[in-house]
Structures are given as C-alpha cells and as structure tokens.
C-alpha cells in the first residue's frame, strides 16, 4: 500500500490501491519538492480506524518521509508511526525518535499475562529541522529488524524480532489503529506529537531492504556539498537564515520571509596558486547596512572556515566587514589559535545599493592545498552575519556556533568518483579485517562489489554523491553486528579518549589492560567506553580491588575500607584512590552531542545503560599516600542482570619515586561561589580543585558591602567587620585549603563602586576626601586579615578595572581609569598588589597599544593576558616586563578540553607563573550550562563547570579535569626546574626545554607523553 497525499479528498488521501483512507489536514506544497504531504502536530490525529489488513503479517516493512519544524523533542520525543491492536500499549507497534535523538522501533505486548517487549535502537542522530528524511523499519517474526534513515542502516536486531502477529491480543472497538505522526500509547491527548509534515508513505506485507538504488534515491541532493576543479567555479546555494532570539528567555523569532529573499550565497573559485573565496550578500527590504569601524566583529561581515582535513582538528577562519575589516586565524582544535599564524590573504568589499560583496583570495599553501590529489576532500562553511541579512545564516548546518567543525559541508576535488573510491577502499579494509564467516558476511562482501559497480557507473552524478557516501558510512553498522553478533557488552577504549564519538564499531576492541604512570601523592585519570550491545537495559557494579582478591576468591563478598591482610600479603584499599564517573551527554546549539559533565557514579560502583547504550566512564587514580612500586589491581565490571558475563581489566599503577607534594601552585578563577552565603558542598568543592585564590566579588555592590561609613572629609567613622570576607576564608579553611596558603583577589571598579554602602556612593570619586576614607579602607581591611588569618599584603590583589581598553591618555576610556585606578592604589600603599587585565582586542592591536600596556607597568604587578591573544612578540614583552604574568580564557563549553590542559604547557614555555584563570568557572548563558538554547543576546555557555547556586551541588566537566592535570604538569614541571638550577646542567636544561615546547603545541596525547618525559627527567635529576 501506498500514499503519497496528491489524491486528497475531504480530507484524506486514499492508498494507491484504492482501499484504505488516512485522514488529516493537507499541507499543500509543503510535501518533497513542493507536493503536498499531511500536517501532524499536537492537534492532529493522523490515523486509521479498523486497520485489520495487516493484523496477521509475519513481516512488514514501513517507509515515509518526513521533515521535523523544530529540533527533536528532548523531553518525549517525536512518534513517528504506530500500529496499535489494543489500548494504552498493550499491544503495539512504534517507531519513534526517542528524547536521546535516536531512531527506534519497538513492539510491546502486556495484555492477558503475555508480557514482552523487542526493540531496535540506533546511536544518536541529527535531525535538522525543516530537512525531510527518509525512514524504513522492516521486521519480521522471529527474525530481524532493521532500520533504515535516508538509505543508511542505522539499528539493526539480528534475531527473535516480531511481526504484526505476535502482538497476540483480542482487539477492542475501533483497534486496530494505524496512527501516523503520534503515539497511542496515551488517548487523553496527542501523545509524543511529531511536530511537522510527512509525505510519501508505503507498505508492504513483507521484509524489503532498501535496494542500492532506492538507497541512492531516498537522499538525491546535489547541493549538500561543492566540487571544485582547478580554473572552475562551484557556487554554493542560498544559506540557511537562522532563528533569532527573542525578548523572553529562551525563545526564538523565525526569520520573516524578507530575510529569506535575501539569503546570501559564496561562491569558490581554484587557481594555480589561490583559493577565491565570493560572497554575495543581498540587503533585505526596508534594511540599511549598519557600518563601523570602531568593531571588527559589528555590524555586517561574512566568515569563511576551511578545515584541510576532516580526520584533524586544524582549521582556518577568515572573516571580513562591511567597512574592509578583515581578521585571520588559523586553529590548531576548537579554541584553541595560533597565535603565530600570519596570512597572506587579501580581502575586498564592495557596497553597492541594494547588496553588498566581498572577496577573499586565499594562498593554497597557506591552508595545505598546495599539492591537491584527485578526489581529495576537505570541508568548509560560509556565514553572514548582520541585521540587513536577518542575522545569522549559514551554509552548513551548525547552528549558532560557527565553529562547529564535525557540521562543516564538504568540497571535492576535482573528482567525486575518485574520492567515492578512497572512501570504499578504507572501508573494505576495516571490513575484511572481521573474523567471522557467516552468511551474513557474505551477503555483506557481495553488497560491497555492487557498490564498487555503482561507483564506478553513476560515483561522478552530483545527486548521487551524498547518497553514495551514506551507504559507505552505513556499512559500519553492518560490520558492528557482524563483529560483535554474540557479544552482549563490551568495555573498550575510544581511539581519542576526549573527543565524542562514544559509538561502538567493528574496529573497537576489548580493553584488556589500563597502565597507569604517576608521581607520588598525584593523579591522573584515564577512559573507557562500557556499551550495552543488547537490547536490554544494564545494570552492574564496577569496582578497583587489588589482584590478590582476585586470586583467593575475595571479589565482591568483602568490601571495606579497612586494610585487608592475609599471613603473606598486605595491601592498603584502593577504594579511596580509584573514582569513577560517567561522562554525560549534552547537546550543543548547533545539535551536535558532547560527554562534558562528568557525573559521579552511584555508589561509585553502578554502571546503568539502556539497550544498544554506551556510556563513556572515567577513572580517577590517585598515589596518594602509595608507596613508589608497581601496583596491581583489577577493574571488574559485575554484571546485575541475567545474560551479560563479567568482565575484567588489568590495572597497572607504576608510582615512580618522585613525590611533588612540596610544589604549592596559585590557582583561582572568576567565580560567584564565594558570594551571597556560598554553600558549603560548593567551597568544598573548590578546595578539591585546590583553588587557594579566592574571589571575592565586587567591593561596594550591595552583594559585597564591606566600605566604612565616612563623614564629608573623609573620616571613618565606623569601619565594616568583614564578617563577609571572613566567611568567605572560613568555608576555605574548614573545606581543607591552609590558612597559609590562602590568597584574596579583590574586585573594585572604583569609578562605579568605591566606598558605597548600601549600594550608593558616600564621597565624590577621586576627591581627596574620597582618597583620604579609600586609604584608611585598604590600612583597616588589610590590617584585618594580617591580625585574624595572618594574611599579609603580599597575599591579597587588588583588580581595580576588568578588560580595560582604548586610549590611556582619553579620560572617557577605560583603559585611563585602568592607569588612574591603578596609581590611586599605589599611591595609598606601594605594598599592595594590584592587576590588570586587558581587553582582548588590545592584545590584537598590540603594535599600536604596546606604549600603553607598557605605561600600566608602573601602576601594576600582575598582567594578565586573554591566552589566545598571546602572540610571540607579546609573551616576549610580557617575560621582559619584570611583572607576574596571569592567563585567562573566555572558553565555550563546545571548546576542546585540550586546550585547557594545553594553557599551563604554553605558560611555561612563555616564562609565565602557573595562574590560569577562564571566565567563567559556572556561569551559563541564561544561568543553564545544560541547555544551550536558554540565552537572550548570547547562547553561549561559558562555565566550566556545572553547579547549582541554590542547592549547593556541583558537577565537574572533562574540560575542567584536563585545566586540573594542566596544573598537575605544571606541578611537575615546577619540580624539575628548581632540580635544574641546584644542577645547572645546560644539557638537561636544553632537554627541559624541549619537552615543554613539544606540549605547548601539541594534543592531548603529546601532553601526555611530555608528562611522562618529564617524570623520567625528575628521577634523573634526582640521582
């Protein structure tokens, strides 16, 4: 049966056979290419009554397309189909998306003491909205289900799957039911709604796969990707306007049809020497290009990213406004620049009346396309940005966040056939390297030869290349369950631990030993990828314990934290040193999925996972109070649940002779922890993280009201108890921070703040009056804090003015009262200590600032300086001024971890001290680190963490963890450097060297392996 809503009549579309109707609303011209399809949504009951034609089928296949208005529903998700032959899931059918974005089809039967439930689940997805996808589930009783998105087989039950005839059941009146777009499992309303337009919809009495060629035609775009051949031009089509935010929180304006008339598009063009980068920018009617000067980042401008690779995280971004502005960068990962990165590039804009264009001429060489090879493959995006266009638009597909590289759309060169034939070359190789020898592995060989033909036949038809492409990439589904076919759960390590691809495949092994090097009294963490390869949900337990349990049974039957003896073994409990967390998913703006909180497990034990569920784990270890030596342990991952086996892992632990203890680091950040009556689990948790810097807010705001009452001359009259401060330095104390190692760093901004009580000002600022009441305030506090905490001057900072900019000689700008605010400090005190941190955008224009930076000099003993704005020349005017030099960062939750480990390599390859701040530790774009749709102006989250203010409770996040192994390098590194000047050994100092200028620019794992030079070059210095 078949229905393609062309036939309507009173408002139903009759199958193609003539003999059952389906009801609804027609969405005309909003069908596939302009037909017209059925509205489904919240108040439309899409759906067959007496639906007896297909109650006894063995096996079904249904296909439909569909398209979503908005993202996948995260909270119930979106039913797609549903063959119900009784009430409230008693006997049914679905295909659903479920809230993890994930395509499922599942039979559940729990009528007359039959009870059952089969399913077939895929990884998670991407749904664009506005997109139409193509879905086909075919299941056969007793045998397999299948699932197919766009041609790609994307879930997939090898066996004991249902037909319609196993839902075994005497229907009642009106059942069955066949509901398209919703969900019968609840009829008080419209249950899982899919809020959008289906089309196109086809049944079939028997088990039918996809041919090659319907998998081919299910996804016939041509203009989802570009092929460029040198001397020729490829055009992309008009970008995607964006929603933009409106006046509510968390809410979106869809762009009005002005907009979309005005759409740009770009154009690229391949010279022997330049890429040519065009764009074409139409102004929307009733709109005037907003121009300015002042801003590279205001107004119009336009982004091209080019990222060489798509297995490297290296890209190039190149942006140009209205006005001929025009900045270059080039990222080694996400957030994290080259700050040595000079281009070549030259840029023209062009503003005529109602468009405007620019140009960008781009050297080959500079973005490594210098020797280009036939079928070779890159991917890019183009992006406008301003009012005249609607605000956002895009080519690819990456939401708010331009820099979401995985989202780029790909260019060919010049032969799509030849990159068709790499593509299926790489993937017979993972394909032959499956040690089975089943049907279904030949069946899955003859698959491959057909596609070869194919290729070879149709691989250069642009409205075949993305089809191509999808089946290639969907053979890894296939491999998986060839691989894995009688393997329920599998514990195997992700080829780049920190990235985010989690999903199991038939490359992944099984982690049969975790070695671990560390000093004494550190720790390291380490990752593994549990996946539930059942349909069944899991549960189990995994636990640390000493090898010898193993050896004399002990596993699991004794469990406490006592030492544990025998008459020839004695080992103390590993418990305390081995934690374990669960790296959470979450999604981005752009829809993408990242596992960047990290959750604690239960029990620090229960491991729970869904059918066809990977979770990514995480193991803290830690040496402290461990004797140098290796140690010998065994992760075993007790199963709770009938048909899993346990599993087992050798741990390693290699405790080397070198205990950095002494080494006492400097750490704070930007933080609302400390204010308003911080709860106690929150400072705990920051003396965890051994944040010794305390952040106390702003001085003067009514949060913070710690000024004296002062008279019309500046006299005190009464000073304030602190009592603020003191709760502040108390929690941190009682949390385990030493009173002798705590540090204040004190907001002012005393132009708006200094000296207010009760949030007004008491004295004209700058007077000498208000000088005369300021200098007795800073005598009093820090005085203070020496008597009651023993805190002298030399541990409290003072930041008078944060990022200032423009002309220190303009008394309106900031960067004057940065130089003023600064003198006035010094002029009460030499002794105190202040900072000053610039504006990012003075870094960028340092040739032109420098004089200024440099006056803050005399008024200031910490800079510090926005890392990525840190070129050579300002690290080397930075290490030549005499001064203590901090580091901060202004980091997205989509930022790679890397970067934050990589910033304590970079400050000690720049001479800079170890504080390395990021703004912000937990403060989210509307106050959500979770949702990345919950900001009004701004949605990006920038916390670092995941707290609760008012609860009190916390989450850390795997780019917190690696900022904290950073500090643990640095900690080490510290150790060798002062073992270096007791040795003064122009050899190994060359050699110190090295290793730190290797991590300053590499990954993750070549941070790790200095980590470990460095370990071997302390037991050396040792000696």
Known sequence: MEWNYENWKRNRSVSQNGQVSIYGVPAKKGGVNGSTGVICGDKARVQI??????????????????????????????????????SWERAQFLLWITPKQQLEGRFTLNIDGKKATVSATSSPLKFNPGQYYTVRVA???????????????????????????????????????????????????????????????KLWNTFEEPTLNEKLTSVATAGDHLLL????????????????????????????????????????????????????????????????????????????????????????????????????????????????????????????????TAVMRIPRKEIGLEQIKSGQTATMNFTRTGATGGGQSTWSSVGSNFHD???????????????????????????????????????????????????EKNGNDSSMFNGFRRLINGMQARYTSLRFASTPALIWTQPFPWGNDIQVSSLSSKTEKISLVLPQNSYTFTSFVFSNLTEKPFLGQLKCFPAIRREKKLIYNTFNSSLWSDEKH?????????????????ETASGSTIYDPMSPLPMNTLIRAAGKESKQLWLRFSSEGMTPGLHKYILYLKPSCAGFQVQEIELNVDIRPVDCSGIKLDSGHYTSIYQHGAKEGLIRFLAEKQNNLIYTGCFGQRSL?????????????????????????????????????????????????????????????????????????????????????????????????????????????????????????????KDYRTMVNPLPDVLRDFAKKKSDLTKLLDVYDIIELYRPGITPAIAKWAKESGKTIWTYGIYATT??????????????????????????????????????????????????????LNQGTVLSSRRHEAHDLGREDFRLAEYCRRLLKKKNNLSLTAKFDMIIKKAAGGNMEDMEKARLELLQLAEALQQ
Request: glycine share 8%; charged share 30%; with cysteine.
């Open 570 to 586: 004695q080992q103390l409990p590993v418990y305390r040193n081995a934690v374990f967390f669960e790296a959470i998913p979450k």
């Open 895 to 948: 930022v790679q971890p890397d970067v934050y480990r990589r910033e304590y390599w970079q400050s000690l390859r720049d001479g800079f001290t170890e504080v390395i701040t990021y703004w912000h530790l937990e403060s989210h774009a509307g106050g959500d680190g979770f949702n990345p749709q919950d900001g009004t102006t701004s949605r990006a989250d920038y916390g670092s963490i995941y707290a609760d």
């Open 49 to 86: 009554a007496f639906f007896t034609q297909c109650q006894d089928w063995k096996e079904f296949t249904w296909e439909m397309k569909f398209k979503l208005d908005d993202k996948a529903d995260s909270r119930q998700g979106n039913a797609l189909f549903c063959y119900g032959k009784h």
């Open 229 to 356: 051949k040198q001397g020729s031009r490829a055009s992309t089509g008009k970008f995607s306007v964006l929603d933009r935010p409106g006046q509510a929180l968390g809410s979106f304006i869809r762009p009005e049809q002005k907009f979309l008339d005005a759409a740009a598009h770009a154009e690229i063009e391949l010279t022997d020497k330049d890429l040519i980068v065009s764009f074409h920018c139409p102004v929307a009617d009733g709109m005037r290009p907003e121009k300015s000067r002042k801003q590279m980042w205001s107004g119009e401008l336009v982004e091209f990213f080019f990222r060489p690779s798509p297995e490297k995280t290296e890209y190039f971004q190149y942006a140009v406004n209205l006005t001929g502005l025009f900045e270059s960068f080039r990222w080694t990962s996400r957030g994290n620049a080259d700050s040595g990165f000079k281009s070549s590039s030259t840029f023209e804009v062009a503003d005529e009346s109602r468009k405007w």
């Open 405 to 455: 590289i995985d989202c780029f759309r790909t260019v060919v060169f010049e032969s799509r056939k030849d990159a068709l034939r790499d593509e299926l070359k790489k993937s017979r190789m993972e394909f032959e390297k499956i040690e089975c020898t089943t049907d279904e592995k030949a069946k899955v060989a003859k698959e491959l030869d057909k596609l070869a033909v194919m290729i």
């Open 705 to 829: 009201d710690i000024y004296p009452e002062v008279d019309k001359q500046g006299n005190v009259l009464r000073f304030n108890d602190y009592k603020q401060i003191d709760d502040m330095i108390d929690k941190t104390i009682r949390n385990g921070i030493a009173k002798t190692h705590i540090k204040l760093w004190c907001f002012l901004e005393l132009a708006s703040y200094g000296l207010a009580r009760n949030g007004k000002g008491q004295l004209p600022y700058n007077s000498l009056e208000w000088k005369k009441a300021f200098k007795a305030f800073l005598a009093d506090f820090t005085g203070h804090l020496e008597k009651k905490y023993g805190i002298g001057k030399d541990r409290i900072v003072f930041y008078p003015v944060d990022e200032p900019s423009g002309d220190i000689n303009d008394p309106k700008s900031r960067m004057y009262q940065a130089y003023l605010q600064g003198a006035i400090i010094k002029e009460a005190g």
């Open 139 to 201: 299941s056969g009783s007793g045998s397999a289900m299948k699932i197919w998105l766009d041609g790609r087989l994307v879930a997939i039950r090898e066996k004991k799957s249902f037909g319609f005839n196993d839902l075994v059941c005497k229907s009642p009146k009106w059942y069955p039911l066949l509901a398209i777009g919703h969900d019968l499992a609840n009829l008080e309303k419209v249950y899982r709604p899919l809020m959008g337009i289906v089309d196109e919809i």
